[in-house]
T-cell receptor
């Protein structure tokens, strides 16, 4: 069964600190892995998308890594800001055609950044 | 560009009522999607469309209908609302531009969501 598991479920950090969120997946076939940020009451916003051949990708203070052999990904947030408080969702695509028809969504990590 | 817009933002329905959730995108995207997000669950695909006039079922289509008469609009219809349809509904769009067969751009853009309660 295709699954995406994220840890931790929730995390509280102080402003300015770094943190790393984890994503383990069992999805076949594998097409790409995405990280989304979802603010409370808003739709998800894409942070990074990585295909099988990419093992790291950055978007500002966000850096995602992918180990396709161990089926693990991480999202590292550097120098956290209050605006980073959100849910971070790992999503794996099992669709090589790119039409986003077979996306396996994780439950997200809820991050709270406190002053 | 406004991106993906959804109306209404909130709605309360009585059991058995009908309604249409509106979704519009101004990015000339060919693909559009409807998802629902239930508390403690990942997003579930309800329906998707690969272009005007073409729609297909997703993972949880029962109780819903869609149409795609234009590139911009992708309304979701609930015919007989049930409490199980209480959820947050997100519309999304993407543009598939194949560089090589089997490859394309994957990024989805989401609307702000519609929070629906059926009582």
């Amino acid at each position: 069964k295709n699954q995406v598991e994220q840890s931790p479920q929730s995390l509280i950090i102080l402003e300015g600190k770094n943190c790393t969120l984890q994503c383990n997946y069992t999805v076949s076939p594998f097409s790409n892995l995405r990280w989304y940020k979802q603010d409370t009451g808003r739709g998800p916003v894409s942070l990074t998308i990585m295909t099988f051949s990419e093992n790291t990708k950055s978007n500002g203070r966000y850096t995602a890594t992918l180990d396709a052999d161990t089926k693990q990904s991480s999202l590292h947030i550097t120098a956290s800001q209050l605006s980073d408080s959100a849910s971070y969702i790992c999503v794996v695509s099992a669709d090589n055609a790119g039409n986003n028809r077979k996306l396996i969504w994780g439950l997200g990590t809820s991050l709270a950044v406190n002053p | 560009n406004a991106g993906v817009t959804q109306t209404p933002k909130f709605r309360i329905l009585k059991i058995g009522q009908s309604m249409t959730l509106q979704c519009t995108q101004d990015m000339n995207h060919n693909y559009m999607y409807w998802y629902r997000q239930d508390p403690g669950m990942g997003l579930k695909l309800i329906y998707y469309s690969v272009g005007a006039g073409i729609t297909d079922k997703g993972e949880v289509p029962n109780g819903y209908n869609v149409s795609r008469s234009t590139t911009e609009d992708f309304p979701l219809r609930l015919e007989l609302a049930a409490p199980s349809q209480t959820s947050v509904y997100f519309c999304a769009s993407s543009y598939l531009r194949p560089r090589r067969p089997g490859q394309g751009t994957y990024e989805q853009y989401f609307g702000p969501g519609t929070r629906l309660t059926v009582t």
